[in-house]
């Protein structure tokens, strides 16, 4: 191991000579060679683990990265499980509701270090770090519907546009959906026209009227949504544009370019890095949960919280317990018929079946060369969903023949290729070379595949399309639960009469209301995003419409994906069935949909009915979308527009029809959907180089209003006292030079009593601000009005608004409540009350607070704030049956004690009501594998007992008091501003 030990010194100045190597016939370009550091060893390790092993000898300086580090690696196959190691990623990439929080931190630093009589100008981030500004469209504006009034915030909408827009956007009723030049009355929706009529008067360019051929500059929608995000967000964007001025080693993508992990893909990947000649793997950390799709380009990365990346910011590594790496190989070819979604939900539901959760999968076989890049990015990307760290693609001749169409030059390509080679990182399905060994070996046949949905509430629930019928009768039959709704027998085939725009229509149980292609997931993929477009091409010219009172929308992940479906032709057909772009940005997804039309919510409500939302997402927890719509199914785009046109779930694509088109002529699902032919032939024409060029230059140029964006230079952000939406974080107030060693928690009472799969959604504050939150009350005594409120995404970077709304989620279950509401009760007092007044009530008492709760508490996705918040309630310590990995690490990072019960003990079989007071004692010096005692105490009819309970994070060897040894769950840590 003599060569190892002189690799991992020599990068940070060790007197050994490095084991550094040029690049064959490049020798202009040097390399660690770590393919010789290990030997055959290093040859049997998955490519996962080998890009591991190259970042640690790399980073090796004997303090953060050691020597027994690269070794641990260089051995994972005995190794896996028992150890932690660090990794050094080379960037990091954050989106715009954890960055804002991330860049206040760091202003917030520069004011501490400044008052701690150090130099501000030296807080920067030391990881090269982006920042997409990406999270904070709203659709305000949707289909043709520009009369109807913005809605920031979920307000009113009754005021005249101009007193609502801060750019005074002017309404008007427009001549042409979604377009804003086009002269005389539109007369497009006129079944008297022939499909071939109709087909002839449109145009393979976005920039003409498709009923008229007149010049637009731009769709309606998109101007007018991105006229209110500019508006309503401009005192955080000032702050963005700050941050771009005076941190070092940050750059900001402005808003309209594209969501963080498209930008990421399409943008960011480096594949390898060269910097100064010196060539390693690229690797990535972020703050959005669908980092993991670079990893379809064998790019190393995966989504951690805020606070972990803060920490990466300012150079430190990731650390993780080296995980096990599980084969996947794919054998056989897919289904016409399925698409790379149905692709995804059939391999999550195998990884899941496999178990998979906290380790590395990584994909070989036959199959895996029929797969395109966009196939492998979508497959990548739902990692997150069957609960695995991240899913790897090594690189091989199909990742190169992509980097080609998307601007890599020849020169680059070839560099990269050497390089991969001459590490062991390139894949080659023909060679005979030896695959590397896995934890285990799950093998799917690809054949098998058909097409899935998957809901109506989780998206681990998948639903063959062929029972989709069944599926949701007998859903409607269930008990209500993750899956049920309890509808009476009598009333599942209630309908309920409803007037809209003049006209009548009927909802019944299984009706669509919300259908939207939106900005995650699949929009990486030309696939299906084309074959969403040419059903509706062929939906359009069969005579198909979608119901108006629909709320159908179109948000790309980039303006890349607008590219290629306009000069394909398809984006007009789209607009047509009122799927037209309303923006670059998250909006559906994460809550930001316009509220539904007033008539079609009474309807709903009235008749109690199960009214559904579909879109082409990863995420449909219950009540995330609308509180009125409470079945919400994940699909493939083709099956969103599909599904929008039939107007229920409740339809057998086999034997019913879509609906009438012209001459009345039954049309069905098979008619119009695109043959794989047809599809292969348009992404060849469509997804060329020419996009990913347009791209760059929009990323360089940037856009007119974020380049007319005034910002100050100043080295420390001035703070605006009055501002609602970027205020200075108490985190760094009582900022030490030494760490505080950990206190004990004395006679803590239970904050809130948890039941399982408590989710970050039901944590962190997400979506809109209800008028009746605390946070609502807090923003009127600012002087807002509800119009105003915005979002809290918006809003992250004001602690005073996001603690308010932790725990606001109006699903929340509180068992000490009884029903889903952000309530809790406060004991001393006996009161019911939001969240935030029963814990500042605790506060102001000098009462500690804990969280009681079941198994997987912190779900989801990875959010600071799921953390922050419950920190700043004054929650001390979290009692769980089990915990989300990412969320329990940020829980210990902020300072948050996340304690596990011991295996087959739980709330309900200690006895424990919630209604206890419990005492934690801490050791001085706190490691792995040590337990706890903790005390409950309850004081009934004047009688005080006490129970003494054993949790982990405690002592090696347990107390004399009937304890029970545990497995520890990780390090703990203490921040200095504890």
């Not at 079944?191 to 051929?213: D, V």
């Not at 019928?469 to 599942?492: H, M, P, R, T, Y």
């Not at 932790?806 to 000490?816: D, Q, R, V």
């Not at 200690?910 to 490691?927: A, D, I, K, M, N």
Request: net charge positive; proline share 7%.
């Amino acid at each position: 191991m003599r060569r190892l030990s002189e690799g991992c010194r020599a990068h940070k100045g060790s007197p050994y000579q490095p084991v550094i190597e040029a690049l064959g016939n490049y020798p202009q370009k040097k390399f660690y060679n770590i393919s010789k550091l290990g030997g055959a060893k290093y040859d049997t390790l998955p490519y996962s683990i080998r890009v591991l092993f190259e970042s640690s000898v790399r980073n090796c300086d004997g303090f953060l990265v050691k020597e027994t580090d690269a070794m641990n690696i260089l051995d994972w196959k005995t190794k896996q499980n028992n150890v932690e190691v660090p990794f050094c990623p080379a960037r990091v990439v954050l989106q715009d509701f954890t960055g804002i929080p991330a860049m206040v931190d760091f202003a917030a630093m520069r004011e501490a270090v400044r008052n701690a009589g150090g130099d501000p100008v030296k807080v920067n981030p030391a990881c090269p770090t982006d920042l997409t500004v990406d999270h904070s469209l709203q659709i305000d504006f949707s289909k043709c519907a520009i009369q109807n009034a913005p809605n920031p915030g979920g307000g009113d909408s009754q005021k005249p546009m101009a007193k609502l827009s801060p750019l005074k956007a002017q309404p008007r009723k427009l001549p042409c959906r979604g377009q804003t030049a086009c002269k005389g009355p539109c007369s497009a929706g006129d079944s008297s026209r022939n499909s071939g009529q109709f087909s002839a008067q449109i145009e393979n360019t976005p920039i003409l009227c498709p009923f008229h051929l007149q010049p637009v500059p731009e769709p309606e929608t998109v101007l007018k949504n991105q006229e209110m995000e500019f508006g309503r967000n401009r005192e955080r964007l000032q702050f963005f544009k700050w941050s771009s001025k005076v941190f070092k080693n940050i750059s900001i993508i402005p808003p309209e370019t594209g969501m963080a992990h498209q930008v990421n893909l399409e943008y960011l990947s480096r594949v390898v890095f060269e910097v100064k000649d010196f060539l390693y793997p690229d690797s990535v950390v972020g703050t959005d949960s669908h980092m993991t799709m670079v990893n379809g380009l064998g790019i190393l990365g995966w989504g951690v919280g805020g606070i972990e990346t803060e920490a990466v910011m300012l150079g430190m590594p990731v650390t993780l317990t080296l995980p096990e790496v599980v084969g996947c190989e794919l054998t056989g070819a897919a289904s016409p018929l399925a698409t790379s979604i149905d692709i995804v939900l059939s391999i999550t539901k195998h990884l899941r079946q496999a178990d998979v959760a906290g380790k590395f999968v990584e994909f070989f076989g036959s199959g895996v060369s029929q797969l395109s890049v966009a196939d492998r990015t979508t497959i990548a990307n739902m990692c997150p969903e069957y609960g695995a760290i991240l899913s790897f693609f090594p690189v091989d001749n199909v990742t190169l023949k992509h980097l080609k169409y998307t601007g890599f030059d020849k020169a680059k390509l070839e560099v990269m290729e050497a390089y991969l080679k001459a590490v062991k990182l390139f894949r080659n399905d023909e060679s005979s070379s030896r695959e590397p060994e896995y934890s285990q070996v799950v093998q799917i046949s690809l054949s098998s595949i058909i097409p899935y949905v998957s809901g109506p509430k989780r998206s681990q629930d998948r639903v063959a399309v062929n029972n989709m019928k069944s599926d949701f009768q007998a859903c409607l039959n269930e008990k209500s639960g993750v899956k049920g709704f309890q509808i009476a027998v009598e009333k599942q085939n209630d309908i309920v009469p409803v007037q809209y725009e003049g006209n009548e229509y009927k909802l019944s149980h299984g009706c669509i209301v919300i259908a939207a292609v939106i900005s995650c997931t699949n929009n990486c993929n030309p696939s299906v995003m084309l074959a969403a477009g040419l059903l509706a091409k062929k939906a359009v010219e069969a005579g198909l419409v979608v119901k108006p009172y629909i709320r159908t929308s179109l948000s790309p992940g980039s303006g890349m994906v607008t590219h290629y479906l306009s000069s394909s032709g398809v984006l007009p057909y789209l607009s047509k069935l009122g799927f037209e772009v309303v923006g670059y940005g998250c909006s559906t997804c994460v809550g930001n949909t316009a509220p539904l039309p007033e008539a079609i919510r009474n309807a709903i409500k009235q008749g109690d009915i199960i009214a559904c939302g579909v879109l082409s997402g990863t995420k449909n927890f219950e009540g995330r979308l609308c509180d009125c719509v409470r079945a919400n199914y994940l699909a493939s785009p083709p099956l969103v527009v599909a599904y929008a046109i039939a107007g229920t779930v409740r339809i057998d694509f086999e034997t019913e029809p879509l609906g009438t088109g012209f001459n009345g002529k039954s049309i069905y699902l098979r008619d119009i959907w695109p043959t794989r032919k047809e599809l292969h032939t348009m992404e060849e024409e469509c997804v060329i180089s020419s996009m990913f060029k347009e791209l760059q230059e929009k990323m360089e140029k940037g856009n007119k209003r974020w380049n007319l964006l005034e910002a100050p230079e100043s080295t420390l952000f001035p703070w605006d006292l009055k501002s609602t939406y970027i205020r200075c974080p108490s985190f760094f107030d009582k900022l030490a030079k030494e760490p505080v060693s950990p206190q004990p928690i004395e006679n803590a009472h239970v904050l809130l009593y948890l039941g399982d799969s408590v989710t970050t959604d039901h944590i962190s504050p997400a979506g809109s601000i209800a008028r009746s939150s605390a946070a609502a009350k807090y923003l009127t005594n600012k002087g807002l009005t509800p119009r105003e409120f915005n979002s809290y995404g918006a809003r992250r970077g004001n602690d005073a608004v996001m603690t308010r709304g932790t725990f606001a989620n109006i699903k929340l279950l509180n068992k000490f409540i009884g029903k889903p509401a952000p309530k809790t009760i406060h004991f001393p007092s006996g009161q019911t009350l939001d969240v935030f007044e029963a814990a500042e009530l605790y506060q102001k008492e000098g009462i500690p607070v804990i969280i009681l709760a079941g198994k997987k508490y912190g779900l989801g996705s990875s959010r600071d704030w799921a953390a922050k918040g419950p920190f700043l309630l004054g929650v001390k310590a979290v009692l769980a049956e089990s915990y989300e990995k990412v969320h329990k690490s940020q829980l210990i990072g902020i300072g948050i004690a996340p304690l596990q019960f011991l295996p087959g003990e739980n709330p309900s079989t200690l006895g424990l009501t919630g209604r206890e007071q419990f005492s934690v004692l801490f050791p001085p010096e706190l490691s792995p594998g040590m337990t706890l005692d903790v005390k409950a105490l309850l004081k009934t009819r004047m009688q005080l007992f006490e129970r003494g309970f054993s949790f982990p994070f405690c002592v090696k060897e347990p107390y004399a008091h009937n304890n029970t040894h545990c497995t520890v769950l990780g390090k703990w840590l203490f921040l200095c501003y504890q």
